[in-house]
Nanobody
Framework: QVQLVESGGGLVQAGGSLRLSCAAS????????MGWYRQAPGKQRELVAA???????TYGDSVKGRFTISRDNAKNTVYLQMSSLKPEDTAVYYC???????????????????WGQGTQVTVSS
């Protein structure tokens, strides 16, 4: 079974930076899109950024120009570089993999919609 483990969260002052990492483990042959989502208390989970297997990226409007998503396919890892952090960025950040191939191509073995356990990011004013 594929697992995602996030790291890099913590407490930072407004204007500061943090880098989140999410490593996928298990029987992994390939991963389609990977993304970061966040959920603040009392709010719905929202997309922060996503990246396709080919490197195409999408960002939520509130983080454009401040956050950068990247991935290392050889390490099955996705990163989120967060800069110019604001108190409203405070949330639990979750990593997601939408489709993971867990066997040879002809085996058609996949796992879908996998989530990490989340990492807390707190930005103080």
């Amino acid at each position: 079974q594929v697992q995602l483990v996030e790291s890099g969260g913590g407490l930072v002052q407004a204007g500061g930076s943090l880098r989140l990492s999410c490593a996928a483990s298990g029987s992994i042959f390939s991963i389609n899109a990977m993304g970061w989502y966040r959920q603040a208390p009392g709010k719905q989970r929202e997309l922060v950024a996503a990246i396709s297997s080919g490197g195409s990226t999408t960002y939520g409007d509130s983080v454009k120009g401040r956050f950068t998503i990247s991935r290392d396919n050889a390490k099955n890892t996705v990163y989120l570089q967060m800069s110019s952090l604001k108190p409203e960025d405070t949330a639990v950040y979750y990593c997601n993999a939408d489709k993971v191939r867990t066997g040879p191509l002809l085996s058609r073995r996949y796992e879908y919609d996998i989530w990490g356990q989340g990492t807390q990011v707190t930005v103080s004013s």
